[in-house]
C-alpha cells in the first residue's frame, strides 16, 4: 500500500443513485463531491489519484485550483489510443468483474458521442501522455519519469518500480534523496 487516495467517480455515483441518470444535475453533484473529497483528502497530507470524468478543461482547471490551494502538484495522465481500440476495450467490459464493477455500458453512438466533447489539455496544463497500446510497465514508467522529474519521486524509488498496477499517483518517499516532503501530488486520469 502506498498510502493514495484512489477517487472514482462511477463508484461515488453508484454509492449515491440506486439508478444513476448521468444527466447535468447528477454530472454537478458527483463533480462537487470528487473536488470536495479531493481537497479534504489533499488537505489531510494524502495524495489523490482523481479518477473521473476530466475531459473538459474547464473541470480539469477545478482540480488545478484544488491542488494549488492544498500546496499540491497536479499532473493529468493524458492516455491516448486510436477510437476504434478504445471502444473495443469499453465495448468488452464486463461488470462482473472489478475493475469494471462501475463501468457504464455504451454503445458506439454515445462513445462518439461522448469523445467528440473531449477538449484536448492545452499548453498551460501540466500532462504526461502515455499510449493505450503499450503494456502498464511502459505506461507507468512514462508518469514516474514525471515524477521523478518534478521532484516527486527519488531516483532510488523511480528505478525500484515503486508504481503498482491500478495506481498512477504516488506519495513520496520522504526518507529518499530529491523528494521535496513539502509537496503531494493529485493525478487526473
Do not use: C
Not at 439508478?19 to 447535468?24: A, C, N
Not at 502538484?73 to 467490459?93: E, H, M, N
Amino acid at each position: 500500500d502506498i498510502g493514495a487516495v484512489h477517487l472514482q467517480s462511477d463508484k461515488v455515483r453508484f454509492e449515491l443513485f440506486e439508478t444513476p441518470r448521468y444527466d447535468r444535475q447528477e454530472n454537478e453533484i458527483i463533480s462537487h463531491l470528487m473536488l470536495y473529497m479531493a481537497e479534504e483528502f489533499l488537505n489531510a497530507g494524502l495524495s489523490v489519484l482523481y479518477d473521473g470524468d476530466a475531459n473538459k478543461q474547464s473541470l480539469r482547471r477545478q482540480i488545478r485550483e484544488v491542488a494549488h490551494v492544498t500546496k499540491s502538484f497536479p499532473l493529468l495522465v493524458w492516455p491516448q489510443i486510436d477510437i476504434d481500440s478504445a471502444y473495443s476495450r469499453i465495448s468488452k467490459r464486463d461488470r462482473r468483474k472489478n475493475d469494471d464493477k462501475y463501468a457504464v455500458p455504451m454503445n458506439r453512438k454515445a462513445y462518439e458521442e461522448y469523445i467528440g466533447k473531449m477538449q484536448n489539455p492545452d499548453i498551460t496544463e501540466d500532462y504526461v501522455v502515455i499510449s493505450g497500446k503499450h503494456n502498464f510497465q511502459t505506461q507507468a514508467n512514462a508518469v514516474v519519469k514525471k515524477l521523478y522529474d518534478v521532484s516527486l519521486v527519488s531516483s532510488d524509488n523511480a528505478r525500484s518500480g515503486m508504481v503498482k498496477p491500478g495506481l498512477v499517483n504516488l506519495v513520496p518517499n520522504m526518507h529518499n534523496g530529491r523528494v521535496d516532503d513539502s509537496r503531494r501530488n493529485i493525478s487526473i486520469k
